[in-house]
């Protein structure tokens, strides 16, 4: 699943000049999201050992129609002053045969649209190309290792990785900007350097890296420890600088941190971080909103509740946007408003949402004040 396939770096939403005409407030996390993945069904052909939606072979009848996505997308279109960004997932997007026209209908509301697809025999180079004369702006592709053996382990499914570099490849060649996926796991870190440079040369504009959590299928990988997903980041925050694409991680939002702690005092990066419940909320393919896909805990559902409502007004999601909440280390940590942790694992693990991140190793009292 995609998160943060269009926010930040090349082929991003334009931003405008403070103090010029049309200049918004800053995004107040309170009244709306700024990204909204969307798991429009949970069928997929993959059989992903890390799958957090455990997905199935076939759609469920009960999934949302049509007419109750447009309903939601026009809720969500309304929403002021911002516009979230709508991120199109599954399970598997196309196995759902008006996905073109849920497409369409999220552009013609004016909302920076993205698809985040899995790679089976139904993502053409047709299909693609539809989707860039639709106004799609981005497309995510998963690639979790630099070769077929690492790649179709995880997928599940001989040939994906071929298939994969084809895909990515023919998004770049239509010329809708390019996310990759890389799944972090215990077995993968090692790969990083490999995956940077295979990243590179696919031309993406961004690497986003999920950090795995032991939900649905992945309940049965060893778990990523706190040493470990501190190396992974660590390299990263040093490759940043002068990777040609941006790179972003998904939970792991002691990213921030490790960059600041590179970078020395005074670099800390303003705002938030968009996370479970904090500028991220997620819709399944029956209609519960949750504040992540990782975070399987329904705050409302669209059918009976407006989204608008559920993201603001739900006790779940209230209590995730406040981070004097934060129980253990995450708690006392210096860097909890730009960080906090992942809710999500620490949920996984813990059962509690509000517990400190197991796979942080920071230790708030070492700090220098």
């Keep these: 699943m995609a998160t943060h396939p269009v926010l930040g770096g090349p082929g991003s939403p334009p931003t405008r000049t403070p103090g010029s005409p049309g200049t ?3 995004w107040d996390f309170g009244q709306a999201p ?3 993945a969307w798991e429009l069904t949970r069928a997929c052909a993959l059989k992903c050992r890390h799958c957090r939606a455990t997905a199935i072979p076939a759609r469920n009848a009960g999934e949302l129609s049509l007419a109750e996505i447009s309903r939601v997308l026009e809720e969500v279109a309304d929403l002021r002053p911002h516009r979230p960004i709508m991120i199109f997932t599954g399970g598997d997007p196309t196995e759902r045969p008006d996905l073109s026209e849920i497409l369409a209908r999220s552009v013609s509301l004016g909302l920076v649209t993205a698809v985040s697809p899995s790679v089976t025999p139904r993502l053409t180079d047709g299909v693609i190309a539809g989707w860039t004369r639709a106004g799609v702006h981005t497309v995510s592709i998963s690639i979790d290792g630099p070769t077929a053996e690492v790649h179709d382990h995880f997928r599940g499914v001989p040939g994906t990785f071929e298939a994969s570099l084809a895909a990515a490849r023919s998004v770049v060649a239509h010329g809708l900007p390019l996310q990759v996926n890389t799944s ?3 077995e993968t870190p090692g790969s990083l350097e490999s995956m940077a440079a295979l990243v590179r040369d696919l031309g993406a504009r961004r690497w986003e890296l999920f950090f795995v959590i032991g939900t ?3 309940r049965d990988l060893p778990a990523l420890s706190a040493e470990v997903t501190e190396s992974a980041l660590v390299w990263l925050a040093r490759h940043a600088p002068t990777a040609p694409y941006r790179i972003t991680t998904v939970a792991a939002p002691q990213f921030r941190r490790v960059r600041e702690e590179l970078a020395g005092p005074g670099q800390r990066p303003e705002g938030p971080a968009v996370k479970e419940g904090r500028g991220f909320a997620f819709i399944d393919h029956l209609g519960n909103v949750a504040p992540n896909g990782y975070l399987p805990l329904a705050a409302g559902n669209v059918r009976g509740e407006p989204f608008s409502a559920i993201y603001r007004e739900s006790p779940l999601f209230r209590v995730l946007r406040d981070a004097s909440q934060l ?9 909890r408003e730009v960080c906090g942790g992942s809710r999500a694992r620490a949920y996984a693990v813990t059962g509690d949402i509000l517990a400190e991140d197991p796979a942080c190793p920071f230790r708030p009292e070492m700090a220098a004040t």
């Excluded at 129980?327 to 860097?335: A, D, I, M, N, Q």
């Design 34 to 36: 700024m990204l909204i």
């Design 216 to 218: 649905g299928r992945a």
């Design 24 to 26: 918004r407030p800053p």
């Design 327 to 335: 129980r253990g280390r995450c708690g006392r940590c210096p860097f």
């Design 184 to 186: 972090v796991s215990a």
